[in-house]
């Protein structure tokens, strides 16, 4: 059955966002320096391969997991390493792919906006980590500060309140079945990261300075510089359009 990034030029959609890119690479390079020593790590939605360059190092064994053969096809040509192998699967059928307690980290990043039941999907996070292992996610974050002010422009007061999700697609792209891409409120995110048994160790605001015009005005290097010692800062208001959590899986919490 294909899936609906074996119709999208993914790829080409990073074109122009080497800062976008980059500052994620940062996040997830800042966690891994928290783990102590692990040996395997799993990247659900994998895509392409564009972030395994950041934690392959750490592990002797990584797997890269996305629904779309096309976009595995591309990280074979991309991630050249014997000790990876990759797994055509689905968050929802992960169970059937890959076995209980069988790795340290599960990375997922640029995933959960597509995803309606996160207690589903975390829950088969938490099965497939080993005792105390670790989970690096981002999710859509549906309190950055531009979604704020355009909110509170038009009045809306208590839209910091509002927990709810918000499903960003368009009246026709719900028609068309397109996948849901979903902004969560962080509060919704860590209370079900809790009710699946992770403790959340560090939190960050990610693509802080994505704006068209101050990546006009700032080269991308600078504009890392700057990214680099503001996403600890940030992430105490939620600042950013992307949001990273480490957490850690615990059985006894």
């Known amino acids: 059955m294909a899936a609906a990034y074996d ?13 976008e890119h980059g500052a994620e690479i940062i996040v997830i390079k800042a966690f ?25 190092y750490r592990a002797n064994k990584v797997t890269l997991v996305d629904p779309s053969a096309k976009l595995l096809k591309l990280a074979r040509k991309n991630v050249k390493s014997i000790k990876v192998k990759f797994t055509q699967s689905t968050i929802e059928n992960l169970n059937n792919k890959i076995r ?12 959960l906006h ?11 996070i938490n ?4 005792i105390n292992g670790y989970f690096i996610l981002e999710f859509a974050n549906k309190r950055h500060l531009k979604a704020t002010i355009a909110q509170f422009l038009k009045g809306n007061l208590t839209f910091p309140l509002e927990i709810f999700p918000e499903d960003r697609r368009s009246k026709k792209s719900k028609r068309e079945k397109v996948l849901p891409f979903i902004n969560y409120h962080p509060d919704i995110i860590k209370q079900k990261l809790k009710e699946n048994k992770f403790e959340i160790i560090e939190i960050r605001s990610v693509s802080n300075i994505r704006s068209p015009f101050m990546k006009r005005l700032l080269s991308t290097e600078v504009c890392l510089a700057i990214e680099k010692n503001i996403q600890k800062i940030l992430a105490i ?15 006894n919490i």
């Open 32 to 56: 891994l320096e928290k783990l102590p020593k692990i040996t395997s790590i799993i990247e659900i939605g994998a895509g392409f391969g564009r972030l395994a360059s950041s934690y392959i």
């Open 7 to 19: 119709t999208y030029d993914y790829p080409s959609y990073w074109i122009g966002r080497e800062y």
């Open 100 to 111: 209980r307690n069988s790795t340290d980290l599960v990375v997922l990043v640029r995933v």
């Open 237 to 251: 208001v939620n600042f950013g359009p992307s949001i990273f959590i480490l957490a850690h899986k615990k059985d």
């Open 127 to 130: 099965r497939i980590l080993n």
């Open 114 to 124: 597509h995803i309606n039941d996160i207690d589903k999907a975390f829950s088969t």
